[in-house]
T-cell receptor
Framework: GQQLNQSPQSMFIQEGEDVSMNCTSS?????WLWYKQDPGEGPVLLIA?????ELTSNGRLTAQFGITRKDSFLNISASIPSDVGIYFC???????????FGPGTSLSVIP | EAQVTQNPRYLITVTGKKLTVTCSQN?????MSWYRQDPGLGLRQIYY???????DKGDVPEGYKVSRKEKRNFPLILESPSPNQTSLYFC????????????????FGPGTRLTVL
């Protein structure tokens, strides 16, 4: 069954606000991935994290690999309308495991 | 342009009528995979393929078949579709090492929205 949980499930924010979302697992992961799915399109990889405690940025996005290796966080600063979409966390437990995806966090940005 | 293409993008069909959704990638990737996306459940893997003639079941393979006769193509076959297979389907590909380690970055197609009446 599904092993990744994401919260919140959905969020509605005002343009310019910062956003935080997280992903948790009951199992240890050695890689955490964050994908974004724009409306009507397939997911695209945003950030990959490979080490516990790692903090990685991609423009206004910052993601962190939790030190317990059972969670990860994604922050978006100063949100803009094009940030709208579904954000998925994902990861393989090991390099040879398949990637599993969380249920997603749906983000809506009100101009 | 590097891409994964899927056809058709939209399909409405009736229960029991066999259908095939095609997937093709031009990146010479070894690994290809099919997912279905349902509200609240995220992306669930149906089948995957590590290379030509090598396929394996994912988490939700029941009611689906795949084949990998060529490296670039990975069609998804529904022999007898049922309404519970109404979903949004994504094909994805990524590179893989000779040792079997799959790259974390998967490239997704645009999706196929299937409705089975």
């Amino acid at each position: 069954g599904q092993q990744l949980n994401q919260s919140p499930q959905s969020m509605f924010i005002q343009e310019g606000e910062d956003v935080s979302m997280n992903c948790t697992s009951s199992s240890i992961f050695n890689t955490w991935l964050w994908y974004k799915q724009d409306p009507g399109e397939g997911p695209v990889l945003l950030i990959a994290l490979y080490k516990a405690g790692e903090l990685t940025s991609n423009g206004r996005l910052t993601a962190q690999f939790g030190i317990t290796r059972k969670d990860s966080f994604l922050n978006i600063s100063a949100s803009i309308p094009s940030d709208v979409g579904i954000y998925f966390c994902a990861g393989p437990k090991t390099s040879y495991d398949k990637v599993i995806f969380g249920p997603g966090t749906s983000l809506s940005v009100i101009p | 342009e590097a891409q994964v293409t899927q056809n058709p993008r939209y399909l409405i069909t009736v229960t029991g009528k066999k259908l095939t959704v095609t997937c093709s990638q031009n990146m010479n990737h070894e690994y290809m995979s099919w997912y279905r996306q349902d509200p609240g459940l995220g992306l669930r893997q149906i089948y995957y393929s590590m290379n030509v003639e090598v396929t394996d079941k994912g988490d939700v393979p029941e009611g689906y078949k795949v084949s990998r006769k060529e490296k670039r193509n990975f069609p998804l076959i529904l022999e007898s579709p049922s309404p519970n297979q109404t979903s949004l389907y994504f094909c994805a590909s990524s590179s893989a090492s000779s040792g079997g380690a799959v790259s974390n970055e998967q490239f997704f197609g645009p999706g196929t929205r299937l409705t089975v009446l």
